[in-house]
Protein backbone atom coordinates (compact mmCIF):
# COMPACT_ATOMS: atom_id res chain seq x y z
CA UNK A 1 0.00 0.00 0.00
CA UNK A 2 2.55 2.65 0.63
CA UNK A 3 3.51 2.40 -3.09
CA UNK A 4 0.27 2.77 -4.32
CA UNK A 5 -0.43 5.79 -1.62
CA UNK A 6 2.99 7.27 -2.51
CA UNK A 7 2.25 7.11 -6.47
CA UNK A 8 -1.38 8.46 -6.05
CA UNK A 9 -1.86 7.08 -9.41
CA UNK A 10 -2.90 3.41 -10.89
CA UNK A 11 0.21 0.92 -11.19
CA UNK A 12 1.07 -2.00 -12.44
CA UNK A 13 2.75 -5.01 -10.71
CA UNK A 14 5.90 -4.34 -13.22
CA UNK A 15 6.17 -0.68 -11.54
CA UNK A 16 5.90 -1.80 -8.15
CA UNK A 17 8.29 -5.20 -8.46
CA UNK A 18 10.57 -2.57 -10.31
CA UNK A 19 10.57 -0.10 -7.11
CA UNK A 20 10.70 -2.82 -5.10
CA UNK A 21 13.84 -4.93 -6.50
CA UNK A 22 15.88 -1.59 -5.95
CA UNK A 23 15.69 -1.77 -2.02
CA UNK A 24 15.82 -6.51 -2.33
CA UNK A 25 15.17 -9.61 -4.42
CA UNK A 26 11.67 -10.38 -4.85
CA UNK A 27 9.36 -11.48 -7.20
CA UNK A 28 6.59 -10.83 -9.40
CA UNK A 29 4.06 -13.16 -8.30
CA UNK A 30 4.79 -12.49 -4.90
CA UNK A 31 3.67 -8.56 -5.59
CA UNK A 32 1.19 -9.95 -8.00
CA UNK A 33 -0.89 -11.81 -4.99
CA UNK A 34 -0.33 -8.77 -2.40
CA UNK A 35 -2.28 -6.96 -4.39
CA UNK A 36 -4.48 -9.50 -5.63
CA UNK A 37 -4.65 -9.79 -1.66
CA UNK A 38 -5.49 -5.81 -1.06
CA UNK A 39 -7.69 -5.76 -4.10
CA UNK A 40 -9.88 -8.71 -2.38
CA UNK A 41 -10.03 -7.10 0.91
CA UNK A 42 -11.33 -4.11 -1.27
CA UNK A 43 -7.93 -1.31 -0.11
CA UNK A 44 -7.52 -1.35 -3.86
CA UNK A 45 -9.76 -1.25 -7.27
CA UNK A 46 -8.34 -2.53 -10.59
CA UNK A 47 -8.72 -2.01 -13.64
CA UNK A 48 -7.73 -4.13 -16.46
CA UNK A 49 -5.06 -2.70 -19.34
CA UNK A 50 -4.07 -4.86 -21.71
CA UNK A 51 -3.43 -8.64 -20.14
CA UNK A 52 -2.48 -6.88 -16.93
CA UNK A 53 -4.20 -4.50 -14.42
CA UNK A 54 -3.68 -1.19 -13.15
CA UNK A 55 -4.48 -0.77 -9.36
CA UNK A 56 -5.64 2.46 -7.67
CA UNK A 57 -5.94 2.59 -3.42
CA UNK A 58 -9.58 2.90 -2.48
CA UNK A 59 -8.79 5.45 0.37
CA UNK A 60 -5.45 7.61 1.50
CA UNK A 61 -3.06 6.76 3.34
CA UNK A 62 -4.61 9.99 5.59
CA UNK A 63 -8.18 8.63 6.06
CA UNK A 64 -6.55 4.85 6.61
CA UNK A 65 -4.78 6.59 9.83
CA UNK A 66 -7.83 8.02 10.52
CA UNK A 67 -9.92 4.77 10.65
CA UNK A 68 -7.14 3.35 12.72
CA UNK A 69 -7.28 6.49 15.29
CA UNK A 70 -11.18 5.88 15.33
CA UNK A 71 -11.20 2.20 15.66
CA UNK A 72 -8.79 2.67 18.65
CA UNK A 73 -11.02 5.47 20.40
CA UNK A 74 -13.63 3.66 20.19
CA UNK A 75 -12.62 1.14 22.06
CA UNK A 76 -11.92 2.47 24.94
CA UNK A 77 -13.74 2.41 28.28
CA UNK A 78 -12.76 6.09 29.03
CA UNK A 79 -12.57 7.52 25.55
CA UNK A 80 -11.83 11.32 27.32
CA UNK A 81 -8.88 9.67 29.29
CA UNK A 82 -7.71 8.06 26.24
CA UNK A 83 -7.41 11.47 24.46
CA UNK A 84 -5.65 12.89 27.15
CA UNK A 85 -3.14 9.84 27.35
CA UNK A 86 -3.10 10.64 23.21
CA UNK A 87 -2.06 14.60 23.79
CA UNK A 88 0.20 13.60 26.36
CA UNK A 89 2.50 11.67 23.84
CA UNK A 90 2.05 14.00 20.83
CA UNK A 91 5.14 16.26 20.24
CA UNK A 92 5.16 20.04 19.92
CA UNK A 93 4.73 19.62 16.58
CA UNK A 94 1.85 17.28 16.46
CA UNK A 95 -0.01 19.36 19.00
CA UNK A 96 0.33 22.06 16.29
CA UNK A 97 -0.94 20.09 13.79
CA UNK A 98 -4.11 18.95 15.54
CA UNK A 99 -4.87 22.61 16.41
CA UNK A 100 -4.60 23.69 12.75
CA UNK A 101 -7.37 20.20 12.27
CA UNK A 102 -9.54 21.85 15.00
CA UNK A 103 -9.64 24.91 13.34
CA UNK A 104 -10.30 23.52 9.75
CA UNK A 105 -13.00 21.30 11.22
CA UNK A 106 -14.94 24.13 13.03
CA UNK A 107 -14.71 26.57 9.95
CA UNK A 108 -14.53 30.21 9.94
CA UNK A 109 -18.20 30.30 11.22
CA UNK A 110 -17.33 28.95 14.32
CA UNK A 111 -13.77 30.62 15.72
CA UNK A 112 -13.42 33.36 17.86
CA UNK A 113 -11.56 36.26 16.62
CA UNK A 114 -7.77 36.06 18.21
CA UNK A 115 -7.87 39.63 19.40
CA UNK A 116 -11.29 41.04 20.16
CA UNK A 117 -11.30 44.58 19.60
CA UNK A 118 -12.30 46.71 22.92
CA UNK A 119 -15.91 47.74 20.56
CA UNK A 120 -16.34 44.45 19.74
CA UNK A 121 -20.25 43.75 20.70
CA UNK A 122 -21.80 40.44 21.17
CA UNK A 123 -23.78 39.68 18.42
CA UNK A 124 -27.59 40.09 18.71
CA UNK A 125 -29.40 36.95 18.46
CA UNK A 126 -31.52 35.96 15.21
CA UNK A 127 -35.02 36.97 14.65
CA UNK A 128 -37.54 33.95 14.56
CA UNK A 129 -37.42 33.81 11.75
CA UNK A 130 -33.56 33.16 10.88
CA UNK A 131 -33.25 30.88 13.56
CA UNK A 132 -35.95 28.77 11.34
CA UNK A 133 -33.60 28.82 8.93
CA UNK A 134 -30.28 27.94 9.93
CA UNK A 135 -30.38 24.79 10.49
CA UNK A 136 -31.86 23.85 7.31
CA UNK A 137 -28.30 26.23 5.77
CA UNK A 138 -26.12 24.39 8.13
CA UNK A 139 -27.39 20.92 7.00
CA UNK A 140 -26.55 22.15 3.08
CA UNK A 141 -23.27 23.41 4.54
CA UNK A 142 -21.96 20.98 6.02
CA UNK A 143 -23.07 17.18 5.72
CA UNK A 144 -23.26 14.77 8.21
CA UNK A 145 -20.38 11.97 7.13
CA UNK A 146 -18.82 9.74 9.39
CA UNK A 147 -14.99 9.42 8.68
CA UNK A 148 -13.71 7.52 6.09
CA UNK A 149 -13.74 3.82 6.69
CA UNK A 150 -10.86 1.20 6.97
CA UNK A 151 -11.70 -1.13 4.24
CA UNK A 152 -10.30 -3.93 6.15
CA UNK A 153 -12.28 -3.89 9.21
CA UNK A 154 -15.94 -2.85 7.14
CA UNK A 155 -15.15 -6.55 5.63
CA UNK A 156 -14.68 -7.41 9.55
CA UNK A 157 -10.87 -8.51 8.27
CA UNK A 158 -7.64 -8.10 9.65
CA UNK A 159 -4.08 -7.29 7.76
CA UNK A 160 -2.93 -4.40 6.20
Do not use: C
Not at 36 to 60: C, F, I, M, P
Request: hydrophobic share 35%; glycine share 4%.
Amino acid sequence: MSRVWKWNRPVTVREVLEDLQKERSIAYTTVMTVLDNLHQKGWVRREAEGRAYRYEAVSTRAAYAAALMNDAWSQSDNPAAALVAFFGMMSEEQRRALTDAVRIVQGPETQEPTEPSESAQAPEPPAESEQAEQPEQRERAEPREGPPQNPASAQGSGGR
